[in-house]
Protein backbone atom coordinates (compact mmCIF):
# COMPACT_ATOMS: atom_id res chain seq x y z
CA UNK A 1 0.00 0.00 0.00
CA UNK A 2 1.22 3.56 -0.81
CA UNK A 3 0.34 6.47 1.54
CA UNK A 4 0.26 10.17 1.05
CA UNK A 5 0.12 12.51 3.83
CA UNK A 6 -1.19 16.36 3.82
CA UNK A 7 -2.29 19.32 5.22
CA UNK A 8 0.59 20.57 6.88
CA UNK A 9 1.19 24.14 7.20
CA UNK A 10 2.00 27.28 9.76
CA UNK A 11 -0.86 28.35 12.26
CA UNK A 12 -0.62 30.04 15.55
CA UNK A 13 -1.09 28.61 18.57
CA UNK A 14 -4.65 27.61 19.80
CA UNK A 15 -5.53 27.39 15.79
CA UNK A 16 -6.66 23.89 14.18
CA UNK A 17 -4.80 22.02 11.32
CA UNK A 18 -6.89 18.92 9.59
CA UNK A 19 -4.10 16.09 8.23
CA UNK A 20 -5.19 13.64 5.79
CA UNK A 21 -3.35 9.92 4.72
CA UNK A 22 -4.70 8.84 1.25
CA UNK A 23 -4.22 5.19 0.44
CA UNK A 24 -3.85 3.22 -2.16
CA UNK A 25 -5.62 -0.12 -3.16
CA UNK A 26 -8.71 -1.53 -2.28
CA UNK A 27 -7.75 -3.27 1.23
CA UNK A 28 -6.53 -0.09 2.53
CA UNK A 29 -9.82 -0.13 5.21
CA UNK A 30 -8.33 -3.28 6.47
CA UNK A 31 -5.13 -1.61 7.51
CA UNK A 32 -4.62 -0.39 10.89
CA UNK A 33 -3.36 3.15 10.25
CA UNK A 34 -1.48 5.26 12.91
CA UNK A 35 0.09 9.24 13.17
CA UNK A 36 4.03 9.93 14.31
CA UNK A 37 5.61 13.47 15.02
CA UNK A 38 9.19 13.91 14.66
CA UNK A 39 11.07 16.95 15.30
CA UNK A 40 14.71 17.15 14.14
CA UNK A 41 15.66 16.87 18.26
CA UNK A 42 13.59 13.82 19.15
CA UNK A 43 13.24 10.25 17.92
CA UNK A 44 9.66 9.59 15.92
CA UNK A 45 6.84 9.47 18.64
CA UNK A 46 3.23 8.09 18.39
CA UNK A 47 0.57 10.45 18.23
CA UNK A 48 -2.96 8.53 17.14
CA UNK A 49 -3.70 5.12 16.03
CA UNK A 50 -7.20 3.90 14.00
CA UNK A 51 -8.26 0.15 13.58
CA UNK A 52 -9.36 -1.45 10.70
CA UNK A 53 -12.72 -0.05 9.60
CA UNK A 54 -12.63 2.36 12.74
CA UNK A 55 -13.68 0.14 14.99
CA UNK A 56 -11.18 1.35 17.84
CA UNK A 57 -9.02 4.49 18.45
CA UNK A 58 -6.12 5.47 20.57
CA UNK A 59 -4.26 8.50 21.53
CA UNK A 60 -0.95 9.64 22.85
CA UNK A 61 -1.19 11.32 26.55
CA UNK A 62 0.03 14.62 24.92
CA UNK A 63 -2.77 14.63 22.29
CA UNK A 64 -5.60 13.50 23.81
CA UNK A 65 -8.74 15.34 24.28
CA UNK A 66 -7.01 17.93 21.36
CA UNK A 67 -6.77 15.85 18.34
CA UNK A 68 -8.98 13.05 16.48
CA UNK A 69 -8.25 10.47 14.44
CA UNK A 70 -10.81 9.08 11.43
CA UNK A 71 -11.03 7.58 8.39
CA UNK A 72 -13.92 7.16 5.53
CA UNK A 73 -13.86 4.01 3.86
CA UNK A 74 -15.31 5.50 0.43
CA UNK A 75 -12.21 7.71 0.19
CA UNK A 76 -9.50 5.53 1.30
CA UNK A 77 -8.17 8.21 3.42
CA UNK A 78 -7.42 9.05 7.45
CA UNK A 79 -7.84 12.20 8.90
CA UNK A 80 -6.24 13.80 12.02
CA UNK A 81 -8.05 16.58 13.50
CA UNK A 82 -5.45 18.76 15.40
CA UNK A 83 -7.34 21.46 17.56
CA UNK A 84 -5.82 24.08 20.14
CA UNK A 85 -2.44 23.55 18.70
CA UNK A 86 0.41 24.46 20.24
CA UNK A 87 3.82 25.01 19.90
CA UNK A 88 5.62 21.35 21.05
CA UNK A 89 2.95 20.03 18.62
CA UNK A 90 5.39 21.66 15.80
CA UNK A 91 7.05 18.42 13.73
CA UNK A 92 7.08 16.45 10.67
CA UNK A 93 3.57 14.41 10.84
CA UNK A 94 3.30 10.90 9.24
CA UNK A 95 1.48 7.95 8.44
CA UNK A 96 1.69 4.41 8.93
CA UNK A 97 0.00 1.39 7.95
CA UNK A 98 -0.33 -2.37 9.51
CA UNK A 99 -1.26 -5.08 7.91
CA UNK A 100 -2.62 -6.56 11.33
CA UNK A 101 -5.38 -3.95 11.43
CA UNK A 102 -5.26 -3.15 15.27
CA UNK A 103 -3.93 -0.28 17.17
CA UNK A 104 -0.42 0.04 18.00
CA UNK A 105 1.99 2.99 19.49
CA UNK A 106 5.20 1.08 17.95
CA UNK A 107 6.69 1.70 15.07
CA UNK A 108 7.76 -1.31 14.58
CA UNK A 109 4.04 -2.18 14.27
CA UNK A 110 3.71 -0.10 11.00
CA UNK A 111 4.51 -2.07 7.53
CA UNK A 112 4.17 1.03 5.16
CA UNK A 113 4.59 4.51 5.71
CA UNK A 114 4.30 7.80 4.00
CA UNK A 115 6.01 10.84 3.45
CA UNK A 116 5.86 13.46 6.23
CA UNK A 117 4.05 16.87 6.11
CA UNK A 118 5.08 19.49 8.33
CA UNK A 119 3.04 21.32 11.24
CA UNK A 120 4.62 24.46 12.39
CA UNK A 121 2.72 26.27 15.41
CA UNK A 122 3.75 29.73 16.27
CA UNK A 123 3.70 31.26 19.80
Known amino acids: VQLQASGGGLVQAGGSLSLSCAGS????????VGWFRQTPEEEREFVAS????????YYADSVKGRFTISRDGMKNTVFLQMNNLKPEDTAVYYCAAAERGGIYDSRRSYDFWGQGTLVNVSS
Open 25 to 32: GRTFNRYG
Open 50 to 57: IARFGTST
